[in-house]
């Protein structure tokens, strides 16, 4: 079993940041796939980014741009198996419950772990 805990979430106003943790535990190592998704009041759950074994990223589409620019940046710290989410200049559109998810296969695939949540609220 793996366990997920997510922290790191709260309210904000518009433009500000936040740095989201997930510490993982149980039968977990560094050949797992990681990620964090988000789903907001009314809509489904969408993707944000991923960060596989080798270190390689990929990002949902609708906050790609943010990655790129530099505002969303995800890291992993294997030796304290913890995944994180740096949010910057957010904005109200990025108010959902974050959630954290973790499984052995491909990160395009289906997560097997979850963590329980992390709500993010932004202020206009």
């Known amino acids: 079993q793996v366990q997920l805990v997510e922290s790191g979430g709260g309210s904000v106003q518009a433009g500000g940041s936040l740095r989201l943790s997930c510490v993982a535990s149980?039968?977990?190592?560094?050949?797992?796939?990681m990620g964090w998704f988000r789903q907001a009041p009314g809509k489904e759950r969408e993707g944000v980014a991923t960060?596989?074994?080798?270190?390689?990223?990929?990002?949902?589409?609708?906050v790609k741009g943010r990655f790129l620019q530099g505002q969303f940046t995800i890291s992993k710290d294997n030796a304290k198996n913890t995944l994180y989410l740096q949010m910057n200049s957010l904005q109200p559109e990025d108010t959902a419950m974050y959630y954290c998810?973790?499984?052995?296969?491909?990160?395009?695939?289906?997560?097997?772990?979850w963590g329980q949540g992390t709500q993010v609220t932004v202020s206009s």
């Open positions: 149980g039968k977990i190592d560094r050949s797992y796939c």
């Open positions: 960060i596989d074994s080798d270190g390689s990223t990929s990002y949902g589409d609708s």
């Open positions: 998810a973790a499984d052995p296969g491909w990160c395009g695939g289906p997560y097997n772990y």
